[in-house]
């Protein structure tokens, strides 16, 4: 199974959604995209919660990119490593989906 496109290319979306996930949850764009216009603290508490069911994807496309990269068996075997790849930016976008569809819940 072969990508037909530089592997980096995979692996900048990685890197980018990461950096888009950690300013929503920790540099609080999430809570001013959803919860500025009421600032309740039940829209700030609920959106935490989504946060918090997010980080588990975010951890797993972290986990996964990084093992593409890294791990000798995935290094050694390309079909292991485009699906770790794959596997990586689609649990990010998940991490992403997961936060944005909470944010429009909590609100």
Same mark, same amino acid.
């Given at each position: 199974?072969? *990508?037909? $496109?530089?592997?980096?290319?995979?692996?900048?979306?990685?890197?980018?959604?990461?950096?888009?996930?950690? *300013?929503?949850? $920790?540099?609080?764009? /999430?809570?001013?995209?959803?919860?500025? /216009? &009421?600032?309740?603290?039940?829209?700030?508490?609920?959106?935490?919660? @989504?946060?918090?069911?997010?980080? *588990?994807?975010?951890? /797993?496309?972290? $986990?996964?990119?990084?093992?593409?990269?890294?791990?000798?068996?995935?290094?050694? &075997?390309?079909?292991? @490593?485009?699906? @770790? +790849?794959?596997?990586?930016?689609?649990?990010?976008?998940?991490?992403?989906?997961?936060? $944005? +569809?909470?944010? *429009?819940?909590?609100?």
């Amino acid at each position: 199974m072969r *990508l037909g $496109f530089s592997p980096v290319l995979p692996t900048i979306a990685s890197v980018l959604l990461a950096v888009l996930w950690a *300013l929503s949850v $920790f540099a609080g764009w /999430g809570f001013e995209a959803f919860c500025s /216009g &009421d600032g309740s603290a039940a829209c700030v508490r609920r959106l935490t919660a @989504f946060s918090s069911v997010s980080w *588990l994807f975010a951890a /797993g496309g972290a $986990f996964l990119t990084v093992a593409a990269w890294v791990l000798p068996v995935s290094r050694n &075997d390309e079909r292991t @490593f485009t699906r @770790f +790849l794959v596997m990586g930016v689609v649990s990010w976008v998940v991490a992403e989906g997961v936060l $944005f +569809l909470g944010g *429009l819940l909590a609100k």
